[in-house]
């Protein structure tokens, strides 16, 4: 009979965007004893997080939990949630998440309006409110933080412009949340989604997501509680001919917040260990203070970026739509991109990423997020990048990212 290793994964330094390195603290959390999920002293867990990811959203929104799957479950669930067969759904895409957005809309039955950006940049957001004018959607989904193209898009000007035109707002936050700001209530967002495994430092599993009593109100009217969990006092409104309930059981967010209510309707079974996880991931952020956090993520992206720039290197797109929290880097003429991320990994356990769709094999994209986002990290990643880059005969001038980040720090 064939036996396997034990399990021992190498120490590895990881700045893509996602997933990345995991705070030890976070990871102990993990290893802690299983509670029953109607336990009192889980349920006091649930009711911490809830409280913790309003903190994190910036928002009074009364929900505020995570759907149990990777970040595109709670994209799903709020757009299965809100989208009725034949809703317009407006959706500006820059980017590879853009598309994801789109492609998730017009499987929950959406009617389709989308305007695309060049990659590289983002939307002047008058040309977003113009479009809302123009086509009156019912919702508009927009990503906060491309990370396909290291972008981010400014939103509060769309999402005063959503409030006052009686448009829902969903935004996909996933690659901000706890890395740049991200306003819920100061910036007018309906529906926030965020991802665990990027700037909150936690592993892939989970996605937090808020949503506010406009959300709310469109949610409940699509409600349908499971048959074998509906009692005698449970309302149904399946009597209208033209009711369309949530099309989807498992994220039917309307179910899912009862179960985060003291309801406690009895969906699924959470998550257990990754709540853990969760709420340790959280409860680190708040202790080192959003503001400092952000700060810190700025620092070391500029750290990064004089180093890369003082090695020759040039970054890839529109500098004035930069994320902080993902850098791209142009890989320079008839250098193997590939043959590069090999060496970094294979030679000094870094791992950094590639890209998708038409930046394939254009482009090196370098996260610096949450846990990983350290002087450390990108020191040691500035000298490792030159010595391969050396060998694959890029006439980068020996030192010099490293003298750049340092003198930046
Ligand atoms: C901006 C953005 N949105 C959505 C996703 C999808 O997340 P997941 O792979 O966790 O489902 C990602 C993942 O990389 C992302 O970067």
Request: aromatic fraction near 6%; charge should be negative; glycine fraction near 8%.
């Amino acid at each position: 009979m064939k036996t396997y290793a034990e399990l021992a994964p190498s120490p590895r330094t990881i700045l893509t965007p996602g997933p990345v390195e995991v705070d030890p603290r976070v990871l102990r959390a993990m290893s802690m004893p299983i509670l029953g999920q109607f336990d009192p002293e889980f349920t006091a867990l649930m009711n911490d997080t809830m409280g913790m990811l309003r903190q994190l959203f910036r928002t009074n929104n009364e929900w505020a939990y995570p759907i149990d799957g990777t970040s595109r479950s709670g994209l799903e669930a709020a757009l299965v949630s809100l989208i009725e067969p034949g809703d317009k759904v407006l959706v500006p895409i820059y980017g590879r998440f853009g598309y994801l957005l789109q492609e998730i809309a017009e499987r929950c039955g959406a009617v389709l309006v989308t305007l695309e950006q060049q990659w590289g940049s983002v939307f002047d957001p008058e040309e977003v409110i113009a479009a809302i004018r123009k086509e009156r959607p019912d919702i508009v989904a927009i990503v906060h933080g491309e990370t396909s193209t290291g972008r981010i898009q400014p939103l509060a000007d769309i999402g005063r412009a959503c409030r006052e035109l009686d448009v829902l707002l969903v935004v996909d936050a996933v690659a901000t949340i706890g890395g740049v700001p991200v306003e819920t209530d100061a910036w007018q967002l309906d529906v926030v989604v965020g991802g665990a495994q990027k700037c909150l430092s936690v592993p892939s599993g989970m996605a937090p997501i808020t949503y506010n009593a406009r959300a709310e109100q469109k949610l409940l009217k699509r409600k349908r509680v499971e048959r074998g969990l509906r009692t005698t006092s449970t309302p149904s409104s399946t009597s209208d001919p033209l009711f369309a309930p949530i099309r989807s059981n498992y994220f039917d967010l309307s179910q899912l917040q009862d179960y985060w209510s003291p309801l406690r309707l009895n969906h699924h079974t959470e998550m257990t260990s990754m709540l853990y996880a969760l709420r340790e991931g959280v409860r680190i952020i708040l202790a080192e203070g959003l503001e400092a956090r952000f700060a810190r993520h700025r620092l070391q992206e500029q750290a990064l970026m004089a180093g890369l720039e003082a090695m020759g290197l040039s970054l890839y797109g529109d500098p004035a739509s930069k994320l902080t929290v993902v850098t791209c880097v142009n890989i320079p003429p008839g250098v193997d991109g590939e043959s590069v991320r090999d060496m970094l990994l294979g030679k000094f356990g870094i791992e950094i990423a590639s890209s998708f769709g038409p930046l394939k094999g254009r482009i090196w994209r370098i996260g610096t997020m949450g846990y990983s986002c350290s002087t450390k990290n990108v020191l040691h990643f500035l000298g490792a990048f030159e010595a391969v880059l050396v060998r694959h005969g890029v006439p980068v001038q020996a030192g010099a990212g490293v003298q750049a980040a340092l003198d930046v720090y």
